[in-house]
C-alpha cells in the first residue's frame, strides 16, 4: 500500500511540474525562435512526441514481462529481457535514424513547413538533431517501462520531469 501510495503522489507531483515547465517553454521559445522557426519548433516537437509511440509495442510488452518475472523470482529472465528489448528497439530506433539521417539533404524542408527557402540550412541542421534526439527518446523510453515493471512508476515520470528541466535550462 506505501508503494502505491508513493507512486500515486509521486507521479501526480511530477506531472504537475513537467506541465508548469512545458507551459514555461512556450513562451520563451516564442521569444528566442522567429515566428517561422517557432512554428517549426512545434510541428517537430508535436511530431516526435507521437513518434516515440512506435516501438512497436515493446515498451509495454517488456514492463508486463518484466513484472511477471519478478514475480515468480526469475531475475535472470527480467536481465535477459530487458537485454534483448534494448538490443530490438536500439536495432530498429538506429535503423530509422540512419535512413532518415541519409534523406535530410534531399528533402525540400522549406516546402515541408511552408517556410521561407532562405531557412533550409538552418532546417537541414534541425532535422539531423530532431532525428537523433527521436533515435535517443525510443531507446531511452524504456527505461520508463521497467520503472514500471519494476512498480516504481513515479521514476519513470521524473526522467521526463528531468527531460523537460534540461530543454527549459537549455534555451
Known sequence: MRNLTINIAGSFLIKILS????LALIPL???LLSEAMFSV?????????????LDMGMG???????LE???KGRKDEARALISTSYSAIALFSASAAAILLIAVPFVPWHSVFNVDAMFTPLLE??????IALFAAQVILK??????HG???????????LAANLLSFVWL
Open 142 to 147: 524504456n527505461i520508463s517501462f521497467i520503472f
Open 29 to 31: 521559445g516564442m521569444e
Open 19 to 22: 506541465l508548469l515547465l512545458n
Open 69 to 71: 518475472a519478478l514475480h
Open 41 to 53: 519548433w512545434v510541428v517537430l516537437f508535436s511530431l516526435l512526441t507521437w513518434f516515440t509511440f
Open 150 to 160: 519494476i512498480q516504481l512508476s513515479f521514476l519513470g515520470n521524473l526522467i521526463v
Open 125 to 130: 541542421k534541425t532535422m539531423y538533431l530532431a
Open 60 to 66: 509495454n510488452s517488456l514492463r508486463n514481462l518484466l
